[in-house]
């Protein structure tokens, strides 16, 4: 068991250095001091223990991080940059896992490091906070979206995480998983598509349909039946 802390700017700095090291090549161990270094961390107002695990896919990390941060106010803790931080450090090896000949590809620094300066564009790429947040809103739904590894993200999610009428709205959440994710768990045709039915094209009709519809309202059937014919499967 360890103890929530944030992590400083200096930590947040030391932190983005380490990872710009690993886009270089560079081989050297998660610092995880900067975790617990009275310099590069600080303590919460309120001690919150957790318990970390090896989780077995993003939606768990989601429910692991809804139960430990429960004690939390959701509205503040959703735009604390310096402990989303600290948690991106604390399981970086997780979402970002070391290669066979010890290298890694951690991407850009907004899928660990959450940026001071609000900024959805930016703040929807943190890996956990992305999988706190959609368990938080839609719950079981975003299973599908939310089954892989925490170092995958997928292009699917990305694309309704990007989206917050889509991603705010747990029934058109809902729809999407129906219409983008098949019985298997496998992606349809819609997913990928670059024009009719795309989650492109969802967010511009949900966008129309919300000014004469209660889309929260309303259950994925019903929002389905509203949907033109290009979301046909």
């Given amino acids: 068991m360890t103890e929530l802390r944030r992590l400083t700017n200096l930590g947040q700095q030391r932190f983005?250095?380490?990872?710009?090291?690993?886009?270089?090549?560079?081989?050297?161990?998660?610092?995880?001091?900067?975790?617990?270094?009275?310099m590069t961390s600080e303590p919460l107002e309120a001690p919150v223990p957790?318990?970390?695990?090896?989780?077995?896919?993003?939606?768990?990390?989601?429910?692991w991080l809804i139960a430990s941060l429960k004690s939390l106010d959701a509205t503040s803790?959703?735009?604390?940059?310096?402990?989303?931080?600290?948690?991106?450090?604390?399981?970086l090896d997780q979402t970002c896992p070391p290669?066979?000949?010890?290298?890694?590809?951690?991407?850009?620094?907004a899928r660990h490091i959450l940026p001071a300066t609000y900024n959805y564009r930016k703040y929807y790429r943190h890996l956990l906070r992305e999988a706190w947040l959609a368990v938080r809103i839609s719950g079981t739904v975003v299973r599908p979206l939310l089954a892989g590894p925490l170092d995958t993200r997928g292009d699917l999610l990305?694309?309704?995480?990007?989206?917050i009428e889509l991603f705010g709205n747990p029934r058109i959440m809902a729809t999407a998983v129906r219409l983008y994710v098949d019985d298997k768990g496998k992606?349809?045709?819609?997913a990928s598509s670059k024009a009719g039915g795309s989650p492109r094209r969802l967010a511009t009709i949900v966008a129309q349909l919300k000014l004469t519809y209660d889309l929260r309202g309303s259950s994925a059937d019903q929002v389905i039946g509203l949907l033109p014919g290009e979301f046909a499967s």
């Avoid at 992606?187 to 819609?190: A, D, I, P, Y």
């Fill in 77 to 91: 803790l959703s735009r604390d940059h310096g402990l989303w931080s600290w948690l991106g450090l604390l399981l």
């Fill in 16 to 38: 983005s250095e380490y990872l710009e090291s690993l886009r270089s090549g560079g081989t050297d161990p998660t610092p995880l001091h900067l975790l617990t270094d009275v």
């Fill in 99 to 109: 290669r066979p000949d010890g290298t890694r590809r951690p991407g850009e620094d």
């Fill in 50 to 63: 957790l318990t970390p695990s090896v989780f077995t896919d993003r939606y768990a990390v989601g429910e």
């Fill in 158 to 163: 990305e694309q309704l995480s990007s989206r």
């Fill in 187 to 190: 992606q349809t045709k819609l």
